[in-house]
């Protein structure tokens, strides 16, 4: 089990940039699964990204693909969002999410989770 803590929210104009981070305690950060999830209000949590062990497996979401880059480094037990060219349906509370046997687009499959960190993109 990792304790996860979101950071680097805010409040941005459609186009701009933000970079979200996530920090993890535990000595076995780089085994797991990482991933992001966000939920505005009044609707249903949605996948981001993911990210196993290494760059070469990475999954994105249709709606952020071109646009958002998930990463890691395991030296800082840290995973990152690089989020580019926002726009406002991209609005809404952004979680980090962590699993020691799953990867996947599926929330209820990760174990572990952050307190979650607000993005708002004005128009």
């Known amino acids: 089990q990792v304790q996860l803590v979101e950071s680097g929210g805010g409040l941005v104009q459609a186009g701009g940039s933000l970079r979200l981070s996530c920090a993890a305690s535990g000595r076995t950060f780089s085994t797991y699964t990482m991933a992001w999830f966000r939920q505005a209000p009044g609707k249903e949590r949605e996948f981001v990204a993911a990210?196993?062990?290494?760059?070469?497996?990475?999954m994105l979401g249709d709606s952020v693909k071109g646009r958002f880059t998930i990463s890691r480094d395991n030296a800082k037990n840290t995973v990152y969002l690089q989020m580019n060219n926002l726009k406002p349906e991209d609005t809404a509370v952004y979680y980090c999410a962590a699993s020691r046997t799953t990867y996947s687009r599926s929330d209820n499959r990760y174990e572990d989770w952050g307190q979650g960190t607000q993005v708002t993109v004005s128009s």
């Open positions: 990210m196993k062990v290494t760059v070469f497996n990475v």
